[in-house]
């Protein structure tokens, strides 16, 4: 059965002076799933990520997305087709309400650029579309707060908000708990799984129960290369996966063993 293929990577590979941090991945990205992308430290899920985006070349291979091959694209090119990857704080204006980082997001979408004397009529055009993304991420009672003054977790609420602004078809989410306490997690968890109505997500993370909560599909990357891929209960259960997180953390495999029966 030909599954609908969002994303693929053929044979994707990134040198750095010789050093393959990627070798031969062969990504596929089913439309609408959540996808997420895990492995040890130094495995290269954010060279896979900078990859996708386009922030770096690849030195062997293609990306191809939605049918087209992108590999040889600008980043903001593969943006404007709905490849949009969140979690940057810096997009995140610190002096400015939630409610203006929506506004400016959807102007900017619009085509606009924000000034400092862009007049307040102008950006009141997109006030009742910001409210609804606000209210999509739960943060309809900050909207006056200033970005910069929200909690951890919220602010990163904020950032899908402006991310959604931006209308992703498939959005890439970076460690999206990390860093976050218990009940930051368990919100940015129940958010993630709402924004992925409609659409597809592929997400770079760490903290293996969330992966267990919300990814449909799994790869494992260790050393550069694809080491095991399926479901959680499939890749959990991998030899080779128990054996690489072991390599480098005990933890880490415990916390595998955890988050399955857990
Ligand atoms: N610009 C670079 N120049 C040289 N080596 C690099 C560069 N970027 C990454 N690497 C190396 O490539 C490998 C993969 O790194 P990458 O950051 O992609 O791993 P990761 O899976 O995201 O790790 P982590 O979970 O620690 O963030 C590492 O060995 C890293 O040192």
Redesign the pocket.
């Known amino acids: 059965m030909d599954q609908d293929i969002i994303l693929e990577t053929q044979g994707l590979g990134?040198e750095?002076?010789g050093?393959a941090?990627?070798s031969d991945v062969n990504l596929k990205v089913a439309r609408g799933s959540i996808h997420a992308l895990i492995?040890?430290?130094?495995?290269?899920?954010?060279?896979?990520?900078?990859l996708l985006t386009k922030f770096?070349p690849p030195t062997h291979g293609r990306v191809i997305y939605q049918g087209e091959d992108i590999t040889a694209l600008q980043p903001a090119e593969v943006a404007l087709k709905g490849l949009i990857r969140s979690f940057q704080i810096s997009a995140v204006f610190p002096n400015m309400s939630a409610l203006d980082n929506v506004r400016v997001a959807l102007l900017r979408v619009a085509g606009g650029s924000h000034r400092f004397w862009t007049s307040n009529r102008q950006l009141d055009a997109y006030t009742d579309r910001a409210m609804t993304l606000l209210a999509d991420v739960g943060l309809t009672d900050f909207a006056q707060v200033l970005a910069g003054e929200l909690a951890y977790g919220r602010k990163r609420a904020l950032e899908i908000a402006t991310t959604l602004a931006l209308e992703p078809k498939l959005m890439l989410l970076d460690?999206p708990t990390q860093g976050m306490g218990i009940e930051d997690v368990d919100r940015v968890t129940a958010l993630i799984r709402r924004v992925a109505e409609g659409r597809t997500i592929l997400m770079?993370e760490?903290n293996l129960k969330v992966v267990a909560t919300l990814a449909d599909k799994i790869t494992v990357?260790a050393r550069?290369q694809v080491l095991s891929e399926g479901n959680y209960a499939t890749v959990s259960q991998d030899p080779r996966v128990m054996e690489a997180y072991m390599g480098v953390s005990a933890d880490e495999a415990t916390e595998l063993e955890g988050a399955h029966h857990g």
């Not at 492995?39 to 900078?50: H, I, L, Q, R």
Request: glycine share 16%; hydrophobic share 40%; charged share 15%.
């Open positions: 990134k750095f002076r050093f941090a990627v492995g040890p430290n130094g495995a290269g899920k954010t060279t896979v990520f900078n770096l460690e770079v760490h990357l550069g």
